[in-house]
Antibody
Framework: QVQLVESGGGLVKPGGSLRLSCAAS????????MNWIRQAPGKGLEWLSY????????FYVDSVKGRFTISRDNAKNSLYLQMDSLRAEDTAVYYC??????????????WGQGTKVTVSS | DIQMTQSPSTLSASVGDRVIITCRAS??????LAWYQQKPGKAPKLLIY???TLESGVPSRFSGSGSGTEFTLTISSLQPDDFATYYC?????????FGQGTKVEIK
């Protein structure tokens, strides 16, 4: 069925690294731009990063710029988030999300279940 | 960056009540606004896109309005399944941002 499934979360020490994955199925992954969004415990949603359908264009929110890298492998129907220099404030549930449209920026109509990242010594 | 401000932060209401949540953008976003519903431990669910278009499968008691900087989400008759947290989000320009959320509680 049509779904996104995140993996790769866990406990990591401050300054450490983690790579999140998002496996897509049930739709033509290579047609869609993709995004990462996170939610700290008890807090609201924070958009983190965008990658174009081809993987040639990326955007980041300032709070993760230079530390996080978004990438994709269309042959594997997979989206990734490489997280380096992790800080306690990066502790959150991380979601991948797909927009409604393949043609233009749009609201997110498909979300994964989320993967939890805890940054603590 | 465009800031999104929701009000109220918390809302206490009863089943059958009409509920209105407001979202203000720090600059004009035209109609590039979405509303999501989130329940504890779950991913957000899209309710409204392009400010006023109901996502397929979403009950018609949900409606959205507004353009520019002022937007509202209205639930015409609150149902037990509607007690949740609601977020607005703009997708006018990067970085996309969400409002801080409005928790709808049982009165």
């Amino acid at each position: 069925q049509v779904q996104l499934v995140e993996s790769g979360g866990g406990l990591v020490k401050p300054g450490g690294s983690l790579r999140l994955s998002c496996a897509a199925s049930g739709f033509t992954f290579s047609d869609y731009q993709m995004n990462w969004i996170r939610q700290a415990p008890g807090k609201g949603l924070e958009w983190l990063s965008y990658i174009s359908s081809s993987g040639n264009n990326m955007f980041y929110v300032d709070s993760v710029k230079g530390r996080f890298t978004i990438s994709r492998d269309n042959a594997k129907n997979s989206l990734y988030l490489q997280m380096d220099s992790l800080r306690a404030e990066d502790t959150a549930v991380y979601y991948c999300a797909r927009p409604r449209s393949i043609y233009y920026d749009d609201a997110f109509d498909m979300w994964g279940q989320g993967t939890k990242v805890t940054v603590s010594s | 960056d465009i800031q999104m401000t929701q009000s109220p932060s918390t809302l206490s209401a009863s089943v059958g009540d009409r509920v209105i949540i407001t979202c203000r953008a720090s600059q004009s976003i035209s109609s590039w606004l979405a509303w999501y519903q989130q329940k504890p431990g779950k991913a957000p669910k899209l309710l409204i896109y392009k400010a006023s278009t109901l996502e397929s499968g979403v009950p018609s008691r949900f409606s959205g309005s507004g353009s520019g900087t002022e937007f509202t989400l209205t639930i015409s008759s609150l149902q037990p399944d509607d007690f949740a947290t609601y977020y607005c989000q703009h997708y006018h320009s990067y970085p996309w941002t969400f409002g801080q959320g409005t928790k709808v509680e049982i009165k």
